[in-house]
C-alpha cells in the first residue's frame, strides 16, 4: 500500500462517538497533515469529554516493511501503541491484535468525502470480537 492513499483524510474533521450509556455522543476534532516535507501522515485528535484521551498518531512505512502502512499512537494518558492501517477502496481499516490489547476499526468514507462512518470493536478473550463504540466523522476543511 502506497502512503498517498491516505491523502482524502488530509484535512480538519470533528468527531462523535457513540458510547454507549451516554445519552449525548462524545465530541471531539481531528486532523490529518502531511509531515512538512513528506513521508508520513500525522494525525492530531482532541476529545472534549475529560474521559477520553487526547493524542497523536503517526501514520507510515512500517520499520523493515515499507510495504506495510503503521499507525504510531500516542495519548495523553501515557499510553502508546501500533495499529495496523489502511485506506482502501473508501474504507478506513485500523487493527491491533496483540495478546495486552487486540481492537478494530472499519469505517466507510462517504462518496462526496466529507464522512467517515465507522465502528471499533475489541477482543478481550483472545477469541470473540464484539461492538466497542461507533463514530462519524465529518470534514470542516
Same mark, same amino acid.
Given at each position: ?31 490529518y497533515?502531511?509531515l ?25 512505512? =512500517?520499520?523493515?516493511? %515499507?510495504? +506495510? $502502512? ?7 494518558? *501515557?499510553?502508546?501503541? /501500533? ?18 490489547? =487486540?481492537?478494530?476499526? %472499519?469505517? +466507510? $468514507?462517504?462518496?462526496d468525502?466529507?464522512?467517515?462512518? *465507522?465502528?471499533?470493536? /475489541? ?19
Open positions: 500500500m502506497r502512503l498517498d492513499a491516505f491523502e482524502p483524510l488530509i484535512g480538519d474533521w470533528t468527531i462523535e462517538i457513540e458510547w454507549p450509556g451516554q445519552d449525548e455522543p462524545i465530541r471531539g476534532a481531528t486532523s497533515a502531511w512538512e516535507g513528506g513521508g508520513y501522515v500525522v494525525q492530531r485528535s482532541t476529545m472534549e469529554h475529560p474521559d477520553f484521551p487526547n493524542a497523536i498518531m503517526v501514520i507510515g512505512p =512500517a520499520v523493515g516493511d %515499507r510495504e +506495510r $502502512i503503521v499507525q504510531h499512537y500516542f495519548d495523553s494518558r *501515557g499510553i502508546a501503541r /501500533i495499529y495496523d492501517i489502511s485506506f482502501d477502496d473508501g474504507v478506513l481499516g485500523i487493527s491491533r491484535d496483540d495478546a495486552d490489547f =487486540a481492537q478494530r476499526y %472499519r469505517g +466507510r $468514507i462517504s462518496d468525502g466529507q464522512t467517515i462512518t *465507522g465502528a471499533w470493536e /475489541i477482543c478481550e478473550d483472545g477469541a470473540t470480537w464484539r461492538h466497542d463504540f461507533a463514530g462519524t466523522y465529518t470534514k470542516v476543511a
